[in-house]
């Protein structure tokens, strides 16, 4: 009996007007777009310099400024109100205001000053593109010093060496990142929403009147609209590993074999979870809607875009229940760090747990009478 | 035409917004979901959702254990972006701790610390990042580079070195480095879209699949009639929509209206129009109900999310990534709700938004009607 | 022997009574017509009957079971022909049949055979590989028809079975309800066309969710003093 379900199923999916290009456009357009996009690395900060100086000392603060891999010097202003036109026009994001007697109190005071207005209505650019004009101001403090007070000697510049590096991922390569998370993404919105838009489908077209009146049970029925999900997803994910490789040179340090396994059990997780919604839906608006309401909360919060330990404790406690968070930690954690099945115990007892929870209900929610 | 009939042919038709209004009112789940999303989106983005870090998890490794190093882990600790929560006995053990998965972020200080300062110079604080998450590791090195940057001015300070440069940082618009500032805007151009797109090409095309559209089309309203029937109640429900967000943002999220209050309505509406206008061209392009959702998700959502700029900052893109961002409607409301909302300028400062959502409203609502008038 | 046996059926939505305590039963190999306007509870009664509704209150036994109580078997021993066609419109013809066919456990030789036989009899053999979404609305009932006594069910449900279907193919369906009946398979008939009411063997009118006569047409035609079935109808909703 199960076997002429399953055919059923891949017969209409593979005859639907739609969803086979769907299964092969969107890995590549996820792939090949988004790890391009979703990275917050603060690049390219367009400063916009008030010189009130004109001075040797001033234009090397500029040079220095302009020089440096974050910054783009992209506009000067003689005072402060023309500079924040440029800010308000959105041509700057940083103004750098040097104060007129820089050089002169700078050789004879001992101190000058400098004045950066940040544009941060994007809290963390603002923040972090201040720290890094602060940190080359710094160094340029430093290296005049080294060059003016020789007979200080390089201890008396009274400083310390500041030495950044990064665990795992060394060249920080942010694809590295993103694409295993994209890629659980990728299997959230196929595995969740073509599932949740399945049985309601039948609903609207009278067709699961006909399946009622025979003798399939229930959970025949819902391994039936399982099957097919489970293997779109297998092949959809072993796709863009070939394109993870392919475009970005990235292979997971882990096995292949941990990832299957979880996908497995993250993809019956998943869609019994877009079959639950499928059964109490009325309609396709109505069960599209619930589904994406649901997959986006999700999506949030799952730490995909956003780390979940920067989440206050109340929202973390929500993520608890957020079978995304797993499977994405596991994706990542494989890819990147090499760990085990063993290693990754939890999440995978979580991930069982939700699929079993989540198919007893799609099986308990599935109703042949009314 | 006898003016009588007129009435019946104009493009507002009363019965047929009523009974689109019957359709959203009677399917109360949907209408409970379309009402609460905004809020849902609203309390994740302001208080759940945010890429700034806060209380890292930070380790040390302190051979020194003088003066200078207490104080330099003191003040890391007194920051609101780190906690430190272990002292380690040997730098080794720093890739352990990150294995575990308990430290975001190590600081190894070089023996005899506070005496080399001054003495050979050659002291030295290493900042140790766990790299699996990138964007976390340069934001926690670049706010820990700062705290200890600090420091070195005060040392310079106290011991008189001269050359000293004093840098005064002044946070424009958002001093407390609020990550709502950002995202208000661009929740405002996510929820927007998805209602008036998705739902109004969906409900277009379910009257295309269940055949009623074959009925309507039949009497004598006009097809413009129809379509604009469609989108009254979802341009009333996105009107409740940015009402619900704006009355959020300022009174539970604190982001006040700086700008013309006026201004910024007059903005959503377009935008709102630019919405239902894709909407309608979606419905005229697709066959299925499955295809719409896909096609605007697809289309719409996931443009929106990446290339506004609401997430990701949108300079650091590739040109030809960019060059698509720019024909994405969010990423012109969001700039202008950030100008008139976020920076209180006055209207006159997005005037380049404006004329741009202007002419996309325009170029969609010709497209669409042409594409209909073709079908029929 | 019945096959079919309703008591105090009742089935309520709200305050709305659609199935007003109806008792009666149906014999086997009849071929029992089910008549009433539209609204009158015919259809919520089948589906009691099939078990896709649960009733109010009441009891029934179909194929000599419990339909609350052994709702499985019950459905192993029909068949079902939704008022709105319900077949795969993705589906191609033979695609259609053998999903039914192998959902009520037939094996792929027997499955085969049959399709055959029914694709022959239904005179559909360069229809096959046709999508069921492209036939004509005539073909598609008989081909539903088919389907639906396909594992030789007990009894057959038709819920109006010729709605907008031409004369011609009203007449060859009828034919091919007949044949069922032959083979000993009782059919349950909902229809709104009087003269197809004159070719079953009984028939109950139900009028505002009560059945208000059952007998044979011609008995009915006699006691109500009516010319034919039509005018039966007629009377029988004019009085109440």
């Not at chain 3, 709305?16 to 008549?35: D, K, M, P, W």
């Not at chain 3, 059945?211 to 909703?237: C, G, H, S, Y």
Request: charged share 15%; aromatic share 10%.
């Amino acid at each position: 009996m199960l076997k002429f379900l399953i055919e059923k199923e891949f017969k209409q999916l593979a005859r639907h007007s739609f969803l086979p290009k769907l299964i092969i456009v969107m890995p590549c357009v996820m792939l090949l777009v988004m790890p391009w996009v979703a990275n917050h690395e603060v690049k390219n900060v367009n400063v916009c310099l008030v010189d009130n100086d004109h001075s040797a000392l001033s234009s090397r603060l500029a040079q220095k400024v302009s020089s440096s891999a974050y910054f783009n010097l992209s506009a000067t202003a003689s005072g402060y109100s023309e500079a924040m036109q440029s800010i308000e026009s959105g041509k700057a994001d940083l103004i750098l205001e040097v104060q007129p007697d820089f050089e002169r109190r700078l050789v004879r005071e001992g101190e000058a000053e400098v004045m950066l207005s940040v544009n941060a209505v994007n809290g963390v650019k603002g923040g972090l593109g201040s720290s890094y004009l602060l940190n080359i101001v710094n160094d340029y403090a430093a290296e005049l010093r080294s060059e003016q007070l020789p007979y200080m000697g390089a201890a008396a510049s009274g400083s310390f060496q500041l030495q950044a590096s990064y665990f795992f991922n060394p060249s920080l390569n942010y694809k590295a990142y993103m694409v295993p998370a994209l890629m659980v993404l990728l299997i959230t919105l196929l595995c969740g929403f073509l599932p949740a838009l399945n049985i309601v489908s039948e609903k609207e077209s009278g067709t699961i009147e006909q399946l009622n009146v025979t003798p399939v049970g229930k959970l025949t029925f819902v391994i039936a609209k399982l099957i097919p999900y489970w293997i779109v997803g297998f092949i959809t994910i072993s796709f863009s590993f070939a394109l993870a490789a392919l475009l970005y040179n990235l292979t997971p340090v882990g096995s292949f074999g941990t990832i299957y396994v979880f996908i497995g059990v993250y993809i019956l997780a998943l869609s019994g979870f877009g079959l639950v919604i499928s059964n109490y839906s009325n309609a396709t608006q109505q069960a599209m809607l619930v589904a994406f309401f649901f997959i986006m909360i999700l999506v949030f919060m799952s730490g995909l875009f956003t780390p979940v330990s920067s989440m206050p404790q109340w929202a973390q406690n929500i993520t608890i229940f957020n079978p995304l968070k797993y499977f994405m930690q596991v994706m990542r954690m494989v890819y990147l760090k090499g760990s085990s099945v063993a290693e990754l115990t939890p999440q995978l007892l979580a991930l069982c747990g939700f699929a079993v929870f989540s198919n007893t209900w799609a099986m308990l929610s599935y109703k042949k009478v009314r | 035409m006898a003016t009588k009939n007129n009435r019946r042919l104009s493009i507002i038709n009363y019965q047929l917004i009523v009974k689109e209004f019957r359709h959203i009112f009677r399917d109360t789940r949907s209408m409970l979901i379309l009402l609460a999303m905004p809020v849902v989106q609203i309390i994740l983005f302001g208080f759940a959702i945010t890429n700034e870090v806060k209380n890292a998890q930070v380790a040390v490794f302190d051979p020194s254990k003088d003066a200078a190093t207490t104080r330099l882990t003191e003040r890391i600790h007194a920051s609101r972006h780190f906690d430190v929560v272990w002292h380690l006995s040997s730098a080794a053990e720093a890739g352990e701790v990150f294995k575990e998965g308990r430290v975001n972020l190590v600081v190894v200080f070089s023996e005899n610390f506070g005496e080399n300062i001054w003495r050979t110079g050659e002291a030295t604080v290493q900042l140790i990042a766990d790299a699996t998450d990138p964007n976390q590791a340069v934001t926690l090195t670049g706010y820990a580079s700062s705290i200890i940057a600090d420091y070195r001015q005060e040392l310079l300070a106290e011991r008189s070195i001269p050359i000293r440069v004093k840098a005064q940082v002044n946070m424009l618009y958002n001093p407390q480095l609020q990550g709502a500032y950002n995202f208000v805007p661009g929740v405002m151009g996510m929820i927007l879209i998805l209602i008036c797109a998705m739902m109004t090409a969906i409900s277009v095309v379910r009257e295309k699949e269940t055949g009623t559209m074959d009925v309507l089309l039949v009497s004598p309203v006009k097809p413009l009639a129809l379509i604009f029937s469609k989108l009254v109640p979802y341009f009333a429900l996105s009107v409740v929509n940015l009402i619900t967000i704006l009355l959020l943002s300022v009174y539970v999220l604190n982001v006040p209206v700086s700008g013309s209050l006026l201004g910024l309505t007059a903005l959503s509406l377009l935008y709102i129009f630019v919405s239902l206008a894709l909407g309608m061209l979606i419905s005229t392009l697709v066959a299925t109900q499955v295809a719409a959702m896909l096609a605007s998700s697809m289309a719409l959502m996931l443009p929106v999310m990446l290339l506004s700029g609401m997430m990701f900052p949108t300079e650091n893109m590739p040109a030809i990534l960019q060059w698509l961002s720019s024909i994405v409607p969010a990423r012109w409301y969001i700039a202008g709700v950030k100008k008139l909302m976020i920076e209180g300028l006055p209207i006159a400062s997005s005037l380049k938004e404006i004329a741009i959502l202007s002419l996309m409203a325009v170029a969609l609502m010709t497209a669409s009607f042409r594409k209909l008038k073709n079908e029929h | 022997m019945s096959v079919i046996y309703a008591e105090n059926l009742t089935k309520r939505f709200g305050n709305f009574t659609a199935v007003n305590c109806i008792t009666f039963s149906v014999e086997r190999g009849e071929i029992f017509g089910f008549l009433g306007a539209n609204g009158a509870g015919k259809t919520t009664a089948m589906r009691v009957l099939c078990g896709l509704s649960k009733p109010t209150s009441g009891r029934c036994v179909v194929a000599g079971y419990d339909v609350a109580r052994e709702t499985e078997k019950v459905k192993r021993s029909i068949g079902y022909m939704s008022q709105k066609f319900s077949l795969y419109e993705d589906l191609k013809v033979w695609e259609n049949i053998r999903l039914f066919a192998g959902i009520y456990g037939m094996g792929d030789k027997m499955i085969a055979l049959k399709t055959e036989q029914t694709l022959t009899h239904l005179g559909f053999e360069a229809e096959r590989n046709t999508l069921v979404k492209a036939l004509p609305l005539g073909w598609k009932q008989k081909l539903a028809f088919s389907v639906a006594i396909f594992h030789e069910p007990e009894v057959v449900f038709l819920d109006e079975p010729t709605g907008g279907v031409d004369p011609a193919t009203r007449r060859k369906f009828w034919e091919m309800i007949y044949q069922a009946a032959e083979r000993g398979i009782t059919v349950f008939v909902t229809t709104h066309y009087m003269d197809e009411a004159e070719y079953c063997n009984r028939v109950s009118i139900m009028v505002d969710g009560r059945i208000e006569a059952l007998n044979t047409p011609k008995n009915l035609r006699q006691r109500l003093n009516a010319p034919n079935m039509d005018a039966v109808f007629q009377r029988l909703v004019q009085a109440s």
